[in-house]
């Protein structure tokens, strides 16, 4: 049962620590989506590559986010120095190609609370 | 900016009846339609896509889409209990390598 995995499940920080959140996507997707989803602003797009390589990361504020690609089968996404204001349930997804009707599935989504 | 706005419930409705949710969308270039259901604590799931004007039916649940009127729907026909989750209206864009825009979704309760 193929599924894209995320870890940690739950992550609780101090401010100012960094934080990293990993992303298998389902084996032979070659576009991956990073979401950040609180009640206040929903689900937001913060990065999505293809390919592995970057298409599209304004949705992420530069200064503390990054989001890459070491390879096909890993993506990450990185805070640093994180904030208060960054709590809030990170989703990865994974799609196999930009195909009208090919399904983009989440990933169980990691929690991160910062102090 | 690509607009996907819906219906900003909560919704409740009861068990047997027809719950319908409804999003309109800005870009007129958008070419496919997703419908996500969202149980608390849990990831977004697809739950229904269409792309051609009309109606598409998968058991209980009615996508519907006009694009003249940039309009989706769905129908949720026999509302069970377990349909109570956030239900997510998302459009590929026209111009973007396969992104989806999502609106801020609808929260549908089915009470007994």
């Known amino acids: 049962d193929a599924r894209v995995t995320q870890t940690p499940r739950h992550k609780v920080t101090e401010m100012g620590q960094e934080v990293t959140m990993r992303c298998q996507p389902i084996?032979?997707?070659?576009?991956v989506f990073w979401y950040r989803q609180t009640m206040m602003q929903g689900l937001e797009l913060l990065a999505y590559f293809r390919n592995r390589a970057p298409l599209d990361d304004s949705g992420m504020p530069k200064d503390r986010f990054s989001a890459e690609m070491p390879d096909a089968t890993l993506a990450t996404l990185k805070i640093q120095p994180s904030e208060p204001r960054d709590s809030a349930v990170y989703f990865c997804?994974?799609?196999?190609?930009?195909?009208?009707?090919?399904?983009?599935?989440f990933g169980p989504g990691t929690r991160l609370t910062v102090l | 900016q690509k607009e996907v706005e819906q219906n900003s419930g909560p919704l409740s409705v009861p068990e047997g009846a027809i719950a319908s949710l409804n999003c309109t969308y800005s870009d007129r270039g958008s070419q496919s339609f997703f419908w996500y259901r969202q149980y608390s604590g849990k990831s977004p799931e697809l739950i229904m896509f269409?792309?051609?004007?009309g109606d598409k039916e998968d058991g209980r649940f009615t996508a519907q889409l006009n694009k003249a009127s940039q309009y989706v729907s769905l129908l949720i026909r026999d509302s069970q209990p377990s349909d109570s989750a956030t239900y997510l209206c998302a459009v590929l864009g026209g111009s973007t390598l396969g992104r989806l825009y999502f609106g801020r979704g609808t929260q549908l309760t089915v009470w007994p």
């Open positions: 084996l032979g997707h070659n576009t």
């Open positions: 997804a994974s799609r196999r190609t930009q195909g009208a009707d090919n399904e983009q599935f």
């Open positions: 269409i792309y051609s004007n």
